[in-house]
DNA sequence: GACTGTGAAGCCATTCACAGCT
DNA sequence: AGCTGTGAATGGCTTCACAGTC
């Protein structure tokens, strides 16, 4: 396993563990199982091996793993182990929600600053983080030498922010809008899609109980889903 | 193609697809190429017909689909037709912003009810919805008839409010505590993890930058993920 | 006896490539 | 000529099952 490609869904979950782990630590466990591990977070044991395992041997056989120092490991490879500076387009309901996080701010995530185009909001405190007007992101966020932008504008507005951000020298856009957008091969994007997630859950229950609507006179499976 | 099992990948697409749709309609477009949607939404044409293909036949071949009625296909498909009751439980920072989230509500996702257990927040209003305190949570729930439930509280409360959900006779949940919930396998359960998904980012951008950290003296693979 | 690490098998999703319409 | 719908091929992730270690 010299130099493999890594699942997304690995890291995703890798991200979990260590959650899960903080938990343990905190409830004073040194040692614990892939099957405890599994069961803890919703995932096979066997799944929770094969994902350590793209990275190292970290356990003892016949034992499991230490605590602490698998979670020390996980952190090393999300690459948490030193804060990122962030800064976040868009002092909305969301974005304000958002800038305040905690679980960004625990992460590692230090949100630094916070822009905004409606006048009102700028000049107020976020947590004692500054919203500034959209006009000076590039200085801004070039100043603080930030590496990750986090945009939630409007969908219509996105892409300008996200041009902006990469204009600035940001590495990573974590993106809130409902927007496809378009960046340099050179900038990592994830989309995080709010409403995507309640409608796939909208989606199940439709299908679970029968009730997709049928068009009459219409031979189309699209409403013939139930079971 | 009867009765085929659905990649959850494909739900999620198709709600992108509906979004894009709509952009389109908005824009006075008619009719549209698997190829448009795909350029639009980051996927390849292929895709966007398989996917689409699961549900019936929505195109013509030669032209294109049309738009309006493809949308409306699509909002059939995903259960979008009539609106979800929705409450909403945690009413701190992120809940008050998902509570008021236009996205939900465009979409047909009517959050009626928030409910909270601190006192100083109960009575306040969200856009005209009412704060109720947590202990009335299945009373309210039950007496809205509400489908959907989401959880914005800390995650050492996510499963007493998921079975207090449960009791109530909610049907899917959606879940932004980070917490593997235990539900009952007839109430659909998503989960939405911000955290993950901006851990995910880091993880990209330590891997490319080669700025994994290494542990002088270990021979962990953890470290040398670099390119 | 318990638990990890891992090749192999199985399964699922995406891409390919082309037949079928308009 | 242009574009959809789809079987077949490909590629990738997960599960299995067991050898290896404590």
Redesign the pocket.
């Known amino acids: 396993?010299k130099n493999p490609?890594i699942?997304?869904?690995?890291v995703m979950r890798l991200s979990t563990y260590s959650r899960y782990l903080n938990q343990a630590l905190k409830r004073g466990i040194t040692t614990i199982?892939?099957?405890e591990i599994a069961k803890g977070v919703g995932?096979?044991?066997?799944?929770v091996?094969?994902d350590?395992?793209y990275f190292g041997?970290?356990?003892?056989?016949?034992?499991?793993?230490n605590v602490r120092e698998l979670n020390q490991q996980i952190l090393k490879i999300l690459g948490l182990t030193s804060p990122w500076v962030t800064v976040l387009v868009g002092a909305g309901n969301l974005g304000r929600a958002l800038a305040t996080y905690r679980g960004f701010f625990e992460r590692g995530f230090h949100i630094r600053a916070v822009f905004d185009k409606d006048p009102a909001r700028v000049g107020q405190k976020l947590d004692g983080v500054e919203i500034y007007p959209v006009e000076r992101l590039e200085e801004v966020t070039r100043q603080l030498g930030a590496s990750i932008g986090i945009i939630c504008v409007p969908a219509d507005q996105a892409q300008q922010v996200a041009d902006a951000l990469v204009a600035a020298g940001i590495r990573g856009i974590l993106n809130f809008a409902p927007q496809h957008l378009m960046v340099p091969e050179y900038v990592e994007l994830r989309n995080v899609d709010l409403s995507v997630n309640i409608e796939m859950l909208s989606f199940s229950l439709a299908w679970r109980r029968g009730l997709a609507q049928k068009e009459p006179g219409t031979d189309s499976r699209a409403g013939s889903l139930a079971r």
Do not use: H, I, N, W
């Open positions: 396993m490609k699942p997304e869904a690995t199982s892939s099957g995932v096979s044991a066997a799944q091996r094969k350590l395992a041997e970290f356990g003892t056989r016949g034992v499991g793993y």
